[in-house]
């Protein structure tokens, strides 16, 4: 399930395109559960992107640099140590 959440959003379609309406001071937030799939992989020169698919098909990705792909890695492994979450 993929929630899509943005604040301030106005479109305006005209002649088959859409335009954005309003100030460029939109906000948004993105949250997928029921994960079916993941894939982490070299994003360019300097980036690792991680991307998550739910079981409808949709797409999250997120590009990271290697210090918050290591943040990321690090979180997961104290959580493992930590919690009976991985139990």
Do not use: C, H, W
Request: charged share 35%.
């Amino acid at each position: 399930m993929l929630s899509l959440d943005i604040e301030q959003f106005m479109l305006e379609l005209k002649d088959g395109a859409f335009k954005n309406v309003g100030p460029s001071n939109k906000q948004a937030t993105i949250k997928m559960y029921d994960v079916e799939g993941v894939d982490v992989r070299e994003y360019g020169d300097k980036r690792v992107k991680l991307a998550f698919e739910d079981e409808q098909g949709s797409e999250i990705e997120v590009a990271l640099f290697p210090e918050q792909a290591r943040a990321v890695a690090e979180g997961l492994e104290l959580l493992e140590s930590e919690s009976e979450l991985f139990d």
